[in-house]
Every structure is written in structure tokens, then in C-alpha cells.
């Protein structure tokens, strides 16, 4: 046992290095999963269904609507069927509800980033009407992640709340 837990930091350099780009889109994306998740949980239950102003999606539906995309960018990256069969972000309100499916998305999308290699990356699946690498695919997930969270953040701001990003680090 002493000698796997001595050997495991050797062998997660050896494999950044010879997977420099999928670790890095890796990274980036863990980075931001943290965050969104602990906006879900962070986020009182009476304020998931706050919206900046009227014509935007609420709280909780920017959860939904993460939840459902993330799915649907890890199929396509791994060349799968999307396993989500319903639209989170209409057909779930409560913040357990929501905050479930989003990890529950993430946990999908963990198999994903986890099975990904330089090689395999580049590979390029159908998304819609154009081949794509899968690590572009990735990547546009992460970024859609992003800029949700950016909305998230308005959204926790505007409640007095301190965005996952901003909180002192431990």
C-alpha cells in the first residue's frame, strides 16, 4: 500500500506530461464544476427562482440549463447517446432537485474528462452538421460553464451572497 500511495504522484506527473492538453482541459473544467456546485448548494432554496430581471432564466433554471448542456457536450465528446432523457431546466424547481442533477451531470461528464487523451481528443464525431474534435467539444463546454457562471455570480451578488470564487482561500 505504501509503495501505490508513493507511486501515485509519479504516475499523475507521467501522465500530465504525456496528455499536456487533455489534462489541462481537465483542469479547466474541475476548476469550474467546483464553483457552479457550490453556487448550487451555497444559494438559498427561496432564491432559486430569482432572476436578475424578468427576461432572463432564474437561479435555478441556469442550473438546469448547466446540467442539460453538460450532458449534452460529454455525449457528443464521447461519441455517446445523450443518457438525459429530460429538460432539467424546466422540469425540475426544487434546489435538491436541481443541485442533484447538476452533480449527477457533472458525475457523467467526470467519465469523460477522465477517459480523454491527447490522441483521443483530436479525434473528430459528428456535433450537429460538423466534425469536431472531441477536445473542442470540451473545451466549449467548459466555456459555456463559464459564462454561466458569470451569470450566477451577478445573480449571488445581487442577493449579498459571495460567489464559490471569491471566498477566501483556506
Known amino acids: 500500500m505504501k509503495k501505490l500511495l508513493i507511486l501515485a504522484p509519479l504516475a499523475l506527473s507521467l501522465m ?11 483542469a479547466n473544467y474541475t476548476g469550474i464544476k467546483n464553483n457552479l456546485v457550490k453556487s448550487a448548494d451555497k444559494m438559498p432554496e427561496e432564491l432559486y427562482s430569482f432572476k436578475a430581471t424578468a427576461d432572463v432564466r432564474g437561479f435555478g433554471q441556469l442550473i438546469g440549463h448547466v446540467a ?42 467526470d467519465t469523460v474528462y477522465d477517459g480523454m487523451t491527447d490522441a483521443k481528443g483530436a ?19 467548459s466555456t459555456h460553464m463559464n459564462e454561466h457562471y458569470g451569470n450566477i455570480v451577478t445573480y449571488m451578488r445581487l442577493k449579498n451572497l459571495v460567489p464559490p470564487s471569491s471566498e477566501p482561500r483556506k
Open 123 to 141: 479525434e473528430l464525431v459528428k456535433r450537429g452538421n460538423n466534425e469536431v474534435a472531441r477536445l473542442g467539444i470540451l473545451v466549449s463546454n
Open 68 to 109: 442539460n448542456a453538460a450532458y449534452s457536450y460529454c455525449a457528443a465528446a464521447a461519441g455517446e447517446k445523450n443518457p438525459n432523457t429530460i429538460n432539467i431546466e424546466k422540469e425540475k424547481t426544487s434546489k435538491a432537485d436541481l443541485s442533484q442533477a447538476l452533480k449527477d451531470a457533472f458525475a457523467f461528464c
Open 16 to 26: 500530465a506530461q504525456s496528455n499536456p492538453i487533455s489534462t489541462a482541459v481537465k
